[in-house]
């Protein structure tokens, strides 16, 4: 049987401490990939230097979309002037992760959107985020782990049992992992809230149909070996885009 190919979509990383300064450097964590394989499917790198014609040619190649996680999205998506709090961006890979999500959509194929993948899916459905913590006073939880480790497990999140997501988890409460600094702010009404912390953050969200167009605030990719929600989440994922 043919394995699904899963694009992943990279990030940039400038170097600050190598040889060179200023160097450039085209990478991806390494979970994403054994994520994808351990769920039966064959990972595919998708450099932020692309240009449409090249994403063109990656979206013919792939069977399903992972947007991964990254530096902060420049505010101007959602129509905000950048706060003091806001942390790195970074235009190419804000290019890469739109434009590859509209290529993405338009051949309507499943996406799983990570961290930054998720807020990216909110502000496509015309939707904002909060550019610091700071800027919600009840998000009092540690949503940002301090733990070197990063497979540890934080927070809980409550699931909605309508969801996609409850389908696919079969759980209602479970801890995940946390690393962010930004949160979604008003989502988008073409997507649904599928979980949130106890906080009230906003934890997943889902398009309002059959299609497996989801995004986590957390990382599965990098718990999957303890927690049966995330690996069964990528489970899903590369299932669906056989």
Partial sequence: MTKPV?????SLLIEKNYKF?????????????????????IPLIIPVTSTKEMLENYISQIDGLLLSGGVDIDPARYGENPY?????INPDKDNL??????????????????CRGMQVLNIYYEGTLYQDVSQNKEYI???YQNEPDPSLLGHF??????????????????RVNSYHHQFIKYHSKKMRISAKSDDNAIEAIETDDDKFIIGVQWHPE????????????FDNFVKKSK
């Fill in 6 to 10: 899963i694009g992943i979509t990279s």
């Fill in 97 to 114: 992760d739109f434009t590859i999500l509209n290529l993405a959509l338009e051949k309507d194929i499943p996406v799983l959107g990570i």
């Fill in 222 to 233: 990098r718990i999957y070996h303890q927690s049966p929600e995330s690996k069964v989440l």
């Fill in 84 to 88: 003091p709090e806001l942390g790195e």
């Fill in 157 to 174: 999140v409550n699931v909605e049992e309508n969801s996609k997501l409850f389908e696919i988890v079969k759980n209602k409460k479970f």
């Fill in 21 to 41: 300064p200023g160097y450039k450097r085209i990478y991806i964590n390494k979970d994403y990939l054994d994520s994808i394989i351990l769920s039966e499917g």
């Fill in 141 to 143: 939880l540690q949503h």
